[in-house]
Structure formats: C-alpha cells, structure tokens
C-alpha cells in the first residue's frame, strides 16, 4: 500500500526555519519523483519543490529559490523540505506526493499523496 506522511510543520515566527518530512512506504522511493505541494486558506493548491527519482534533479518554485531546500534519503525512504527565512505568506498546509520518475509542475500528474501538515508562520 502507498503511503506518504508528512510531519514537521509547526508554528515560527517570521525569520525562522523548519524541516518538514515526507516518510514513503509501499514503493521503491529510488524510481519516484517527490513533489511537494502548499495550499493556504482560499488559495489553490500550488507546488512547492520537486526532485527527480531518476537523477535527482530538483525544481523550485521561481519565488522560493533561495529560501527551500529539497532532498531525498532513499535509504530512509524519505524527502524533506529545508525551509529558511520563513515569511507569513509561507503559512499553508503543505503536502508531499509522488509521482514515477520525472518531475512535474502539475499537480495532477502526481497519483498519491501525503495528508499534509500545517506550517504556521507568525510572531
């Protein structure tokens, strides 16, 4: 069975970094591109960050480079998003999903998904 869990989100304050977890079972996370995703309150579900299952090639958001990091431990079955410098505007719940082999900008290429976990960013 396909599992993704999310976890680490958390309330920071503005300035302040978090680490969020994507825990896979159920497939081989070496053949799997790991998107991760954010939906904040009224807003569309948007991605995040993106890396490869076949080369490790990693994709960001155009206004988040800089900000997250993305990687993968296929030993630990697991991906995580760095997240530096967090803004306001980064409060969403964010999700993990995967997705066979190569990247993709849209959300509905991905076929399974994580429950997401809520990153809060406010003094």
């Known amino acids: 069975q396909v599992q993704l869990v999310e976890s680490g989100g958390d309330l920071v304050q503005p300035g302040g970094s978090l680490r969020l977890s994507c825990a896979t079972a159920g497939f081989t996370l070496d053949y799997y591109a790991i998107g991760w995703f954010r939906q904040a309150p009224g807003k569309e579900r948007e991605g995040v960050s993106c890396?490869?299952?076949?080369?490790?090639?990693?994709y960001y958001a155009d206004s988040l480079k800089g900000r997250f990091t993305i990687s993968r431990d296929n030993a630990k079955n697991t991906v995580y998003l760095q997240m530096d410098s967090l803004k306001p505007e980064d409060t969403a719940v964010y999700y993990c999903?995967?997705?066979?082999?190569?990247?993709?900008?849209?959300?509905?290429?991905?076929?399974?998904w994580g429950q997401g976990t809520q990153v809060t960013v406010s003094s």
């Open positions: 999903a995967a997705r066979y082999q190569i990247c993709s900008s849209y959300k509905q290429d991905f076929g399974a």
């Open positions: 890396i490869s299952g076949t080369d490790g090639r990693f």
